[in-house]
Structures are given as structure tokens and as C-alpha cells.
């Protein structure tokens, strides 16, 4: 089954745009359900999330059966940053408890997942991609939490929750160079932000403070090791 919106063929019923809408989430959540399996988080054994066991060919079944160049699946995989920002937030719930909270770049969304569990409200899952929206609706429902999903590029806006969780953005140079930005105008506003890194080359540790260090363990095949350091920042202003 194809993973991502098509146009209906002429010979079936037309639909609606909420019918379509309603029909394309649920070809996304198909997907999801088809090609991962719910299984415990390495590092935040709590949650359960719909995990794929291998990466390159998962990617390569998004690429054909949409026939074009698609994003790598993301939201397949518990990453260390956001394993270990989970780990955190839930050994600390009072840090977001009772606060609205967005989590940027969700993912499969166990940021949020872990939010909503330690008491945040509301939580929002943000992302770009489509499938990263649908994995975090389909992995809050497996964990009995509501979270509400954004499907937008928001880095250049300001955000108005006073908790922002940002677990793993700091693996490429454009990446970096716009979400650190979005994080200190959230500082500046007065936001809780905190930043979940397993050292990627273009995380800025200046303005940050150390909140903790975990040994995470990781997707070998991702990572090439089993487990990384991976530290908990608060991104200042
Ligand atoms: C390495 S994954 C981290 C996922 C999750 N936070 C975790 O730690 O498991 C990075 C995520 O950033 C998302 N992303 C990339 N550009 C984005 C943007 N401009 N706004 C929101 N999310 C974005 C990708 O789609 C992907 O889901």
C-alpha cells in the first residue's frame, strides 16, 4: 500500500478534501502498522513505540512505493537525543507537569509521549513529514496519551508553550543553523527549553547548560555503536 497521498484514479468515487484527508491518514497509518512492530524503547522501557528493525530497507520501500525521493524514516527509530530526553522528562516530571508543551521534531513522537505521561498538557507533536505525524498519533494512542500533531515547518515562528523539547535536531548543518535560533527566541520568551544530543557535529554547546549525561542505547546500524553518551542541555537565551 502506498505510504503517501495520491490523487483518487477517475474511476473511484470522488471524495471531499476532510474525506481525503481522512483517507490519506489512514493510508499513512496502515503503513506505520505494516512495516514496524510495537516493542519497549531501549532506554525508556515504559513506553512502547512501533519500531522498524532495519532502516535501509525500510527507506528504500518509502522511496518505491511513492516513486520519488523521500526523507529517511525518521520516525521508524527511537533516537538517543530524544531516547534520553524521554528518560528525563519522566524522571523529572515536575520539569513539565500541568504546562503545555511542543515537541519539535517528533519524530515517532516519544518525546511527546513521555510529556504527556509525566503530566504535561497539552502536548504538541510537531514535524515536517507526514508519516512522523501519524507515527506519534498511532505511538500516543499504543501509551493511552492524547497528543495533538502539527504538520508545518515552524522554525521561523515563535513558539507560545513554555515547555520546548527538542530531542536529536542537531544532525545536519542547515538543520542546526535554523532550529538553534527557534530554541533561543523560546528561551528568550521565557520557555523551558531543553535539548536531548548524543554529540552531533553541529550541536552548539555555548549558552547551554549540562542538565545530565545518560548511556543510551542505540540502532547499531544507525549509530555503528551500541550505546552513545548522550546529554541533556538547557538552551539559554
Ligand atoms: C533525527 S530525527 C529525531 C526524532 C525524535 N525527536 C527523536 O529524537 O527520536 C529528526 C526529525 O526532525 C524532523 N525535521 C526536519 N526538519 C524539520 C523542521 N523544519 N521542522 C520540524 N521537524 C523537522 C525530521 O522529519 C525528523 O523527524
Redesign the pocket.
Known amino acids: 500500500m502506498l505510504p503517501f497521498p495520491v490523487a483518487s484514479p477517475s474511476h473511484r468515487p470522488v471524495r471531499g478534501p476532510t474525506e481525503r484527508n481522512r483517507h490519506n491518514q489512514e493510508v499513512l497509518l496502515e503503513f506505520i502498522r505494516t512495516h514496524t512492530i510495537p516493542r519497549p524503547v531501549p532506554f525508556v522501557p515504559e513506553i512502547r513505540l512501533y519500531q522498524a528493525e532495519e532502516p535501509i530497507a525500510l527507506w528504500e520501500k518509502t522511496e518505491s512505493e511513492s516513486a520519488t525521493q523521500q ?2 524514516p ?2 521508524a ?7 534520553a ?2 528518560r528525563h522528562i519522566l524522571d523529572n516530571p515536575t520539569l513539565v507537569a500541568d504546562r503545555p508543551a511542543l ?9 511527546a509521549v513521555a510529556a504527556a505521561k509525566a503530566g504535561a498538557h497539552p502536548v504538541t507533536a ?4 507526514p508519516l ?1 505525524l501519524a507515527a506519534a498519533t498511532v505511538n500516543a494512542e499504543l501509551n493511552n496519551v492524547r497528543v495533538r500533531t502539527i504538520e ?4 521561523s515562528a515563535d513558539p507560545p508553550e513554555p515547555v520546548v523539547l ?4 542537531f ?1 545536519s548543518r542547515e ?1 542546526a543553523a ?2 538553534l535560533p527557534f530554541l533561543r527566541r523560546a528561551a528568550g520568551r521565557g520557555a523551558l527549553v531543553l535539548v ?1 544530543d548524543p554529540g552531533r557535529a553541529y550541536l552548539p554547546t555555548d549558552r547551554m547548560i549540562r542538565q545530565t549525561t545518560y548511556e543510551v542505547p542505540v540502532e547499531i546500524t544507525l549509530e555503528s555503536v551500541p550505546t552513545r553518551p548522550t546529554t541533556i542541555w538547557q538552551v539559554l537565551p
Not at 527509530?77 to 531516547?83: N, V, Y
Not at 515537541?103 to 518525546?111: K, Y
Not at 510537531?126 to 513529514?129: K, Q
Not at 527538542?166 to 535536531?169: E, F, I, N
Open positions: 526523507p529517511p525518521f520516525w527509530f527511537a533516537w538517543a537525543g530524544g531516547q530526553l524521554a515537541d519539535l521534531a517528533t519524530g515517532s513522537g516519544l518525546v510537531n514535524d515536517i513529514d512522523s508545518a515547518d515552524m522554525l527538542a530531542g536529536d535536531v544532525y538543520m535554523r532550529v536531548g
